[in-house]
Every structure is written in structure tokens, then in C-alpha cells.
């Protein structure tokens, strides 16, 4: 019976060890680390996601018998995002410090493509959906206003599924190359209007390079918000 009672504790100890593991110093330090980063971000009212990084299984750390403290320098995080590197330190029962790394995310939202995009394809409210997406940053060049995608012509070819950039979007092309048009032509004192030549397509608020028509000279012209070719 005595025999019966003994395998019984011991496996009922081995039972909680295994649900309630004994704490060691360096899950008490990314326990620690976790900890002050979220009270951090959190403390703003940011949406945030923190992972700390667990470092190297063959490092062992005394348990330490207070909780572990967190350098200043890291608490006071100026609402970085994506890698940061948190000191987390005991000095009891004996001294030790460790720096650990964490990554730091906040929900971006992003304007994705909703099907193929062809290249000079004016863009519509049904080509492009909303996305959120746990990032450090918003891609480099994303445009976040739908309002602004809208009506813009495609440069290239735009696949399912893809960020809206500003370098893949132009204003619509007023101007195709080949076409012969009218150009102002500014000078002090006076104005006057040439034929001309467009030698680029061009949308409005861009400069193109354009040929008279008569002379054959090359000329720069910059085409005017009204859609009319301006040589100064």
C-alpha cells in the first residue's frame, strides 16, 4: 500500500511539472521583456503585436528570485517599430544581465490590387480592396487613400494581390506620342502659338519632349493642369 501510495505522488508531481514547469531565469527575462514592451506601446493605445525572441536554448540563467528588471532605456522606447533590443538584468541569488530581441509590429493598412491590372488600364473602386496587414512599416511608396488610387492609369501591368504603389500609378495620359498639336510658347514680352510634334506620351503636370513641326527643332513642353502644352 505504502509502495501504491508513493508511485502515485511521484507520478502526480511529475503530472504538475509538467502543466506548471518551474520557472527559469531566462523565461523569467523574456517573461520580463515581454512584459515592459507591452506595457510601453500599450500605455499609447497602439494596436501592437511583441515577440520576443528566445534566445539560444544552451543558455542557462539562475532563477531569480525577484522579478527581473528591464533597462530604462528600454522603457522608454520612442514607439519604435520592427527589431528592438530590451537589457533585462538579476542581481539575486546571483548577478546576471541579458539583452534580448524582440520584434514589434502595428496593423498597416494597405490598398491591394483585386485582379490583373493591364498597363494604361484607368483604375475603379472594383480594382482595388482594403488590407490590413501586421508590419514594422508601411511599404516604402504605399499609397493608404483608396480615394487617391481612383481614376489613376496603371504604368505596367498590376498582379492580384499587389501593394498600390505610387510608382506603379500615373495620371491618365492627355497626350500620346505622334500626335501634332498646338504649343504655347511663353517668352518676356510676348506669346505665341506653334505647331508641335509630341515625341513622349505625357499626363498633365508633366514635361515632355516634343519636335516643331516646321523647323524640326527639339523643344521641352510642359503639359498645363488644363491638358495644353506650354513651351517657356
Known sequence: MTLCLLLLTMQSKAALAKTNPAKTGVSQAVQAANEQ????????????KITVKNPDTRLR?????????T???AAAVPL?????????????????????????LRPVITWNSTQNIQRNAIIGAGDISQSETWLAQPP????????????MQARQLIQPDQVMKERLLRQPLVIKKGHQLTAQVHQPGFSISTQVIALQDGAKGETIRVENSKTGKLLFAKISPQGILVIE
Open 37 to 48: 514592451l507591452s506595457t510601453t506601446y500599450q500605455a499609447t493605445d497602439n494596436r501592437v
Open 71 to 73: 533597462s530604462a532605456a
Open 140 to 151: 516604402v511608396g504605399a499609397i493608404q487613400n483608396g480615394d487617391q488610387i481612383i481614376g
Open 80 to 104: 519604435k517599430f520592427g527589431r528592438v533590443t530590451i537589457k533585462v538584468s538579476c542581481d539575486q541569488p546571483q548577478q546576471w544581465s541579458i539583452y534580448l530581441s524582440a520584434l514589434v
Open 61 to 69: 540563467l539562475t532563477t531569480c528570485t525577484h522579478i527581473p528588471e
